[in-house]
């Protein structure tokens, strides 16, 4: 335990040397770069690149959490389960559509910049978390749901002090998914002008310059691990709290 | 006072309970008992609308159900079912005081309730009160289950097999706490089980009901000794009536002058254990005592007396 903990510390440090101080890795990325080329991208700062790239990620999965949530709510009412079916399909779709194919159909739309990439990036998002929502939402203990009724919950406080925070460690496995998959897909984000740490990796495939390429990967790795790990510890933390009987950790489908 | 008024449900066409009518009268237990699919279940869910009644109506002290709304009669109305139902994710105090706090209690008196509830099903308040449910035995969650269906002294409490889960020895340890606090709180109660030894014990009337049907509805006494049908009869089970029905007696209702040697037995004693000791330690009367003063004696010729059935 306490050697995940030093790990971990270890890893976020230097996940900040590598943005804040990259001129400290010189050493490193030296024999990778082509001879007279530049070693550390300078282009722009990593700081702000990385920034950015979080923004544009915090932004996507918030609305895509909101709308896969608000969604899964609605099918998983009895008035909604008609639109159970449809509503896959339409997320599923969102998930076939080559994340190159989004870019490519949204430029013409919204123009160059961090808006075709954001909609590629909340597209993405919506499946895993939609899935994971109403798997967390009808797997709820049926005892605990008919004592909720029995002791007059109106719909509204059922969902709100019950259905949700039980169904809750469910969804966050969601987003921990789309959180990650955006997180890669954000490097794409570049191609149209979008600025993101896609930006660095992309000049190194451009120039042939793979100290580039391994900055701009070892950052966006070692978000995503990170990350990643943060919301596995939460997940972990709640599923505890609510007991092994329940069906917080059991229903998860990571 | 509870009135069930030829109340009916029909699924399909088929009466899953059929026109009863029982009166409940207020700070008394009522048992339901009856084979499995018998509509006890429904019977019960239709009372605080869980299920809505296809014909008839229930009147909670002359109201009727339907005249509030449904979750304003289900916060009038404890109810507590097998499986406890407790909220994971909720302190075992915020699961009790749950319906205080819909009902707009301050938290003063949430908290004082939330106290005095733990105390009275033997559960330490400093030691049960922030634990969660996935934090106690089995027998513990049923109490708390038990407790937040009364935490708002609710007109009525309503159970499900609440002792369903449990073994044996604790259940019969619940039954006696659920009995005990009845009587301190004065509650009115309905309770559903298929165990008749249990609806004899704890009912102050015995309500038997067969596919949708009340087929009887009694003092657990006329029950055991004038069973409406063969069905009846089968269920208070033909073999162990005798002791059924002693068990439902104080000793203090046969005390007679005299003597009698060994130790002595407490007035309150019921006259089934009285036997089985007579029984064990090979006498033929015990001496009874109350507060430690001596009453008398009990005999077993006595006891064997009240034990037989109609000739
Ligand atoms: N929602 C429903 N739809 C259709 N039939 C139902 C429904 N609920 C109950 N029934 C039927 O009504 C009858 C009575 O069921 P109920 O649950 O009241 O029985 P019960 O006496 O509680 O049985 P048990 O002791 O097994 O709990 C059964 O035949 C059952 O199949
Ligand atoms: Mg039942």
Redesign the interface.
């Known amino acids: 335990m306490k050697l995940a903990a030093l790990f971990r510390t270890a890893l976020v440090l230097l996940l900040l040397a590598l943005v804040i101080k990259p001129t400290w890795f010189t050493w490193a990325f030296a024999p990778f770069a082509p001879d007279n080329g530049a070693v550390i991208y300078e282009r722009a700062s990593l700081l702000s690149l990385s920034l950015s790239h979080l923004s544009l990620v915090a932004l996507a999965s918030t609305a895509a959490t909101l709308v896969a949530v608000t969604l899964a709510i609605l099918v998983t009412r009895p008035a909604g389960s008609a639109f159970l079916p449809l509503s896959r399909t339409i997320t599923n779709m969102g998930q076939t559509f080559p994340p190159v194919a989004v870019l490519a159909l949204a430029v013409p739309a919204l123009g160059f910049g961090a808006g075709p990439t954001l909609v590629a990036l909340f597209l993405y998002g919506l499946l895993p978390i939609f899935e994971n929502a109403i798997t967390g939402l009808s797997t709820l203990?049926p005892?605990?749901?008919?004592?909720?009724?029995?002791?007059?919950?109106?719909h509204r406080?059922r969902l709100l002090?019950?259905e949700l925070?039980?169904a809750f460690p469910v969804i966050l496995t969601g987003i921990r998914l789309s959180v990650v998959i955006a997180l890669g897909t954000a490097t794409i984000g570049s191609t149209v002008a979008a600025s993101t740490l896609g930006e660095v990796i992309i000049a190194g495939l451009l120039t042939n310059n793979t100290a580039f390429v391994l900055q701009g990967g070892l950052i966006v790795g070692l978000f995503a691990v990170l990350i990643y790990d943060a919301l596995v510890q939460l997940e972990v933390y709640l599923s505890r709290?609510?007991?092994?009987?329940?069906s917080g950790a059991l229903a998860s489908k990571a | 006072m509870i009135e069930i008024d030829r109340i009916s449900k029909l699924y399909d066409g088929a009466a899953a309970v059929d026109a009863v009518s029982m009166t409940v009268e207020t700070a008394t237990i009522t048992a339901i008992v009856g084979t499995s699919g018998s509509g006890k279940t429904t019977l019960l869910r239709m009372i605080n609308r869980l299920v809505e009644p296809s014909s008839g109506e229930v009147r909670i002290n002359g109201e009727s159900t339907r005249s509030v709304p449904k979750n304003t009669l289900r916060r009038r109305i404890g109810y507590a079912i097998q499986s406890h139902g407790l909220f994971p994710h909720y302190t075992v105090a915020r699961n009790i005081g749950t319906v205080p706090t819909l009902l707009g209690w301050s938290k003063a008196a949430i908290r004082a309730r939330v106290d005095e509830l733990l105390e009275l099903f033997s559960m330490e308040p400093e030691h049960f009160r922030d634990r969660y449910p996935a934090e106690l035995s089995g027998g513990q969650q049923q109490r708390v289950g038990v407790a937040r269906a009364l935490a708002s002294r609710p007109d009525l409490l309503l159970m499900d097999e609440p002792f369903g889960a449990l073994d044996p020895i604790i259940r019969a340890r619940a039954q006696e706490d659920l009995r005990r606090i009845q009587r301190t709180l004065g509650s009115t109660i309905m309770l559903v089980t298929h165990d008749m030894e249990e609806a004899i014990q704890l009912g102050d009337r015995v309500a038997v009901m067969d596919a949708g049907r009340l087929v009887q509805h009694g003092t657990p006494a006329e029950i055991i000794q004038r069973p409406a049908s063969d069905f009846v009869a089968d269920m208070v089970g033909g073999v162990e009536r005798p002791l059924r029905l002693l068990s439902l007696f104080p000793l203090s209702e046969l005390v007679e002058q005299g003597h009698a040697e060994g130790d002595a037995l407490d007035a309150d004693t019921s006259l089934r254990d009285a036997l089985s000791n007579c029984l064990w330690t090979g006498r033929n009367a015990v001496p009874v005592v109350k507060d430690g003063v001596a009453l008398g004696r009990v005999t077993m010729d006595a006891i064997r007396a009240r034990a037989e059935g109609p000739r």
Do not use: D
């Not at chain 1, 005892?143 to 109106?154: K, N, P, V």
């Not at chain 1, 709290?241 to 329940?246: K, M």
């Open positions: 203990p005892a605990t749901m008919e004592a909720a009724r029995g002791i007059g919950l109106s406080q002090r019950v925070p039980l709290r609510l007991g092994a009987g329940s």
